[in-house]
């Protein structure tokens, strides 16, 4: 069963995997693509260092790409931003065109001429705001993406700053747009993906249930962490841009009180030691030095599996008859 979102990103199911900075690799994202889904291959995908430049971010971000084609043929996506502002978007954007990507991801920038360079090239956009809103998102459309990202209060990572969940933002930007939308935020299992539809996406946007398949760069002790808890363990603080949530680790207590206690953002963004934490703790596994975000959709997930059982899972209403009696005659023969 196809609809908008597989036309456009000539996929077979629409699950599309968040481009979760370093904790994707090729190997993860070239899964996700072979299970029928889009894999995006975040910024500082596959490395086990941080880089010196933005040139050196750009050319391991190229070669991540070229390792990605070598391990599917289907479409995968690639994310346009990876510095603090946009300043570096031309040398990135011409790195896509070079090694044919076919999907870019453009975070929160809404500017005619990176779209305008993006379309000439045909290359699909997807628009993802921060904090999405009826206007932004009803510029996405007038500058040309091609699909919407959704995302409610209950993601994983840097969380909108207005509180307004995904069970309400989703239908609030479906009616605003003509384009399909993906509704990301708090999604565990295939309940989430129909609710998700009822909605009016067409289209869902996984992160924190793709942190724990096995293909997946972090590590192992966060997989561990988050199959064995749930939404109610989950700690939020203030922080810069916005808010995070974080499961318990030893510094996020801290983080917690700190909050509590009328700390400004800047205050708790030092404290968390900014975005290193997140490289620390759940790239690198030091939990006693950073925070392990997720959203709140981990109460649903129970086990540590393959990509390719994830998105069958997910995707279990969009998959023929024929698939399945495939699916299960290979099961019988193992």
Excluded: C
Aim: proline share 5%.
């Amino acid at each position: 069963m196809k609809n908008r979102v597989t036309e456009i990103l000539n996929i077979r199911y629409p699950i599309i995997q968040a481009p979760m900075y370093f904790l994707t690799n090729a190997m993860f994202v070239a899964a996700v693509s072979n299970a029928g889904g889009l894999g995006i291959i975040g910024p500082n995908a596959g490395q086990d260092t941080l880089p010196d430049s933005r040139f050196m971010a750009l050319e391991r971000m190229r070669e991540q790409i070229r390792k990605t084609k070598q391990l599917t043929d289907k479409p995968f996506g690639a994310t346009l931003i990876n510095g603090p502002d946009m300043s570096f978007w031309r040398p990135t954007a011409e790195m896509f065109v070079e090694e044919k990507v076919d999907v870019v991801l453009v975070n929160e920038v809404l500017d005619a001429e990176i779209f305008d360079f993006l379309k000439q090239h045909r290359i699909k956009i997807l628009y993802r705001a921060l904090t999405p809103d009826v206007a932004n998102s009803q510029q996405a459309e007038k500058l040309g993406a091609d699909i919407i990202v959704a995302t409610g209060f209950d993601e994983g990572g840097t969380v909108p700053s207005r509180i307004i969940g995904t069970f309400s933002i989703v239908p609030m930007i479906a009616d605003s747009v003509k384009i399909p939308v993906l509704a990301a935020g708090g999604i565990g299992d295939v309940r989430g993906v129909r609710a998700a539809m009822a909605l009016g996406a067409e289209g869902v946007w996984i992160g924190s249930l793709f942190l724990t398949a096995q293909e997946n760069p972090a590590d192992e002790k966060v997989k561990q962490l988050i199959v064995s808890s749930s939404a109610e363990d989950l700690l939020l603080f203030r922080t810069l841009p916005a808010y995070y949530r974080t499961l318990p680790t030893p510094l996020s207590p801290r983080l917690a009180e700190l909050d509590a206690h009328g700390a400004d953002r800047e205050t708790l963004f030092t404290a968390m030691n900014g975005y290193h934490s997140l490289w620390q703790a759940m790239r690198l596994g030091n939990l006693d030095k950073g925070v392990v975000s997720t959203g709140t959709g981990i109460s649903m997930i129970k086990s540590v599996r393959t990509v390719a059982a994830i998105v069958a899972d997910l995707a279990q209403d969009f998959i023929t008859q024929p698939e399945k009696q495939k699916s299960d005659d290979t099961v019988l023969s193992l």
